[in-house]
């Protein structure tokens, strides 16, 4: 089941732990080779990352081709130009503490194709608390905790939001772990947000990041979500592993300029 929601429902469901899963087949064996650029600008990493392949979008068993001779180049607004140097395993990085609000422009060019995108740099929201809270067996689910973020959302503004988590050390990865949220009628709000479909153990570590991005981002993820789960705008009409991108031309993928925060619980 996808896991992007607005918090007009998070409102109403964030005191109960709900959960339900539905098992999707996805069948990508006749999916064509496609250039996959992800390119990340983080506040908190200070450094911009870019990894670009070739590859059958998402979950195939296709082996990965590195793209290795690309030019990157990252341009704020102003025209200030950074080139992204290649590393290894089609990976190119380069530390760069980036401006908050400011409109980053990135250009990659292989093999004489150019491809673009921008993205904005929104402020930071800090984590103000994670909370754990029991929750009885259901029906859906066995007996075990919830946890809850807790954050401020800034009023006068539409802002966009994804949970990442680890558990006991692992980033929980899956496409059942993805969860994006606008901050729909809780503008402005102190709000409480829990990670939804988890059910967690007395002792268990669980570290969260809370990243806010712009709605080019959100878009991303939310068409990813609504692939993966079967259902949204996107499902059916979109190939499999191929959501809405901000990357000019054929390319896949997405960039994203971000700022994050992060706490971790121990489960009494």
């Given at each position: 089941m996808k896991k992007v929601l607005s918090l007009s429902m998070v409102f109403i469901t964030s005191?109960?732990?709900?959960?339900?899963?539905?098992?999707?087949?996805?069948?990508?064996?006749?999916?064509?080779?496609?250039l996959i650029i992800e390119a990340k600008l983080s506040k908190l990493d200070q450094r911009?990352?870019?990894?670009?392949?070739?590859?059958?979008?998402y979950f195939a068993e296709a082996e990965t081709e590195y793209i290795s001779n690309a030019q990157i180049t990252l341009t704020d607004q102003n025209g200030l130009a950074q080139l992204i140097p290649y590393t290894q395993n089609g990976h190119y990085e380069l530390s760069f503490d980036p401006s908050i609000n400011m409109t980053y422009s990135i250009s990659v060019l292989i093999d004489g194709k150019l491809y673009e995108a921008t993205s904005i740099m929104p402020g930071s929201v800090p984590l103000n608390n994670l909370e754990s809270e029991f929750q009885a067996a259901t029906?859906?689910?066995?007996?075990?905790y919830g946890v809850f973020a807790r954050f401020n959302d800034p009023a006068d503004q539409e802002n966009y939001y994804r949970i990442i988590h680890h558990l006991n050390g692992a980033i929980?990865?899956?496409?059942?772990?993805?969860?994006v949220i606008t901050d729909g009628i809780g503008n402005g709000n102190y709000l409480k947000l829990p990670l939804f479909?988890?059910?967690?153990?007395?002792?268990?570590r669980v570290f969260v990041e809370l990243v806010h991005f712009d709605e080019a981002s959100y878009e991303y993820f939310n068409s990813l979500g609504d692939i993966l789960g079967g259902q949204g705008p996107t499902a059916g009409t979109a190939?499999?592993?191929?959501?809405?991108?901000?990357?000019?031309?054929?390319?896949?993928?997405?960039?994203s300029a971000y700022t994050s925060d992060t706490l971790s619980l121990i489960i009494p």
């Open positions: 005191l109960v732990f709900i959960a339900c899963e539905k098992v999707i087949e996805v069948d990508l064996e006749d999916q064509e080779s496609k911009i990352t870019v990894d670009i392949s070739m590859t059958t979008p029906p859906a689910t066995d007996e075990g929980q990865n899956d496409g059942s772990d993805l969860q479909q988890q059910v967690f153990n007395s002792g268990d190939a499999p592993g191929n959501p809405v991108t901000n990357w000019n031309g054929d390319a896949g993928g997405y960039f």
